[in-house]
């Protein structure tokens, strides 16, 4: 309960932050397009920072152990809901904007404040082993359908400076290297901004909408249920009976971890790749934010869940 109430906390405190961007752009002081240049600024400079910082932490096999538990969770529950949230786009004539905003949550955005607040620093590296496997699939997948590209260009994908960090933050951590307390501090900050960042970022867009037409969208809210139900207990399912919480002493806080990355609302990176790649941002962002809205209510409410059933 101690968890969940925390969780709500937090969540409220981000749905303050998409206030902030609609109340700039409602000032007149920027319009809502403007919100593209901090687009780019959080997918190709924050988010490098949040996965290169994370990585930094001692090597010991407690946390190597936590790392290919939190490593499995990850790409067991993210490539058995694709496959389910593939399904349902087939069977719902779901368009791509609906499917990856059903399929890929907003754990860049959120795990990382959401873990430092409630279980502390330490923890959110095995939150950013989340990130970092879906990062894998939204520089695949998502910008793929979001772009409607007919072929991967891996060349672009290995090259994205978001996979680059990857590699870096993985051979930083196994040769046990640390950055100089300068350069890891500046990242520390840069990588702060992440959460603010990119809520202000859905505010400016939300606030170029006609609310009447979001509100009263009823695919919106099937959207909705979908990210923040169906999801999540699918999920929940998949950590219950791969026992990976009992593989460790601290197993059953890395698999909540795991779990809170998949319950958080739909990606804002989405939106993001809307906007740079032309494809409905408007229509993203109005399902970040009904989904942030209604997280405040749904992400405490599966954290009971899972404390009850793990």
């Not at 389910?84 to 069977?91: E, K, M, Q």
Request: with cysteine.
């Amino acid at each position: 309960m101690h968890i969940s109430i925390l969780l709500m906390e937090q969540i409220i405190q981000l749905f303050l932050m998409i206030f902030m961007g609609f109340l700039i752009v409602k000032a007149k002081l920027l319009n809502s397009e403007d919100s593209k240049i901090l687009s780019i600024i959080v997918l190709y400079l924050i988010i490098p920072c949040v996965i290169i910082n994370a990585f930094q932490v001692d090597y010991t096999p407690q946390t190597v152990k936590g790392l290919l538990i939190a490593l499995v969770g990850s790409v067991m529950t993210q490539v058995i809901l694709l496959i389910v949230v593939s399904i349902l786009g087939r069977v719902f004539h779901l368009n791509e904007v609906e499917v990856a905003s059903i399929y890929y949550s907003n754990s860049g955005n959120l795990i990382v404040p959401i873990v430092m607040f409630i279980l502390g620093k330490e923890w959110v590296l095995y939150g950013c082993v989340f990130m970092s496997v879906q990062l894998v699939f939204i520089w695949t997948h998502c910008k793929k359908i979001i772009s409607r590209e007919s072929v991967y260009d891996w060349r672009k994908i290995i090259l994205n400076i978001n996979m680059i960090s990857i590699a870096i933050g993985i051979v930083l951590f196994l040769t046990r290297i640390h950055l100089p307390k300068d350069i890891n501090s500046t990242l520390s900050a840069v990588g702060g901004m992440i959460g603010p960042a990119s809520m202000i970022v859905t505010g400016m867009l939300f606030a170029g909408m006609d609310f009447k037409q979001i509100f009263a969208s009823k695919r919106v809210y099937f959207v909705t249920f979908l990210r923040l139900i169906v999801a999540p207990a699918i999920a929940l399912v998949l950590i219950k009976f791969s026992y990976l919480a009992s593989l460790s002493s601290n197993g059953p806080k890395i698999m909540l971890i795991v779990f809170l990355a998949i319950i958080t609302p739909s990606a804002s990176t989405v939106t993001q790749m809307c906007q740079v790649y032309g494809n409905d941002s408007q229509y993203a962002s109005a399902i970040n934010v009904v989904t942030t809205l209604l997280a405040i209510i749904t992400m405490p409410l599966m954290v009971m869940l899972f404390q009850i059933t793990i």
